[in-house]
């Protein structure tokens, strides 16, 4: 099983922690650092930035907003990224949520699954060296009655893995059939029949072998031997998770923890959050919905969950260590330790 890690927001006077951090996860071992955008900085200014300091490790959009960008520029700057990284680029999409796509980017959010797909298959268009002629349900190149004509990039192609961040059935589904990774959240190992079931049949349906998707999935992790005071610690987050990462109609992470079986709780924390409760919210989480979904505790308990995640058939385990405080001394320790966790059990 490969680590990932995340690329923390960029701020004034932090690039050269930031790029110590990757050249960290580098020489460690670390296979990719993914960058991520919500409303924060963009997910791709950082990767630019960090490809000249690094030789190795993968760098990718963790994710970019399909609703961000058109399409082609979405491939043009992979296309550029790739460049930049000699080949070490990962393209991460999603469709992020209601809250963010329609009140930062004042766009529609659906049909949010036929935007993913439709911006994929430009992409792959462009990757492979074609003109631009493609005609969807949300996009139609060139656009119909202009003055637009056929375009060809000008770029050699280019052979960059594509990676969607999916939670619902049908985007897993997808997921399975075209993507060359899926980049998972809300995942259990305990539970994996929750995401697993709809990438093995999307997979299925397209004549495929699911072993042949990374299937990377993200876990916060914290160590400790106190693990009530590490359970007290990250509740808030879940609560956030299920109240705020999604509106009162739409919450695919919340989703995701439904088919876990943890419905009647997750909708209770929901309302407590979005009535204004947010401690009473937090309170309502149960423990199951923190070990079975992080990995805490002492190096034991943490090696532990190490092993179930790669015995559900976890391929990369991407870390969030924001638990041991911003991004310094303690996040960097962390991921060594970590690391060494994992080669004591080579």
Partial sequence: ??????????????????????????????????????????????????????????????????????????????????????????????????????????VPFNPALTRLRETVEVCRLIFAGEKVVY?????????????????????????IPIYLATLGPKALAYTGAAAEGWLGTSFSPDYPEAHFEHLQAGAREAGRDLGTLDRCVSARVSFGDDLEALLVERRPGVAFTLGAMGSGDTNFYGEAFHRAGFEAVAREIQARWLAGDRKGAAALVPDEMITGFQLLGSDAQVKARIKAY??????????????????????????ERFMDLLKDDA
Avoid: N
């Fill in 1 to 106: 099983m490969r680590v990932a890690i995340e690329i923390p927001r960029v701020e004034a006077g932090q690039l050269a922690l930031l790029r110590d951090w990757v050249i960290l996860a580098e020489r460690l071992g670390v296979s990719t650092a993914f960058a991520a955008e919500a409303w924060w900085s963009d997910a791709v200014t950082p990767l630019a930035y960090l490809a000249a300091h690094t030789e190795r490790i993968q760098l990718g959009t963790g994710i970019m907003q399909v609703t961000a960008r058109t399409p082609a520029m979405t491939a043009m700057t992979a296309l550029t990224l790739h460049d930049l990284t000699g080949g070490r680029f990962i393209l991460g999409l999603g469709a992020s949520g209601p809250q963010v796509v329609e009140g930062l980017h004042g």
């Fill in 135 to 159: 005609e969807g349900k949300t996009l139609t190149l060139p656009r119909p009655g202009g003055q637009g004509k056929a375009l060809r990039i000008d770029h050699a192609p280019a052979s």
């Fill in 310 to 335: 790669e015995a559900a058939g976890v391929t990369t385990l991407k870390l969030g260590l924001d638990g041991a405080g911003p991004l310094g001394p303690a996040r960097f320790e962390a991921l």
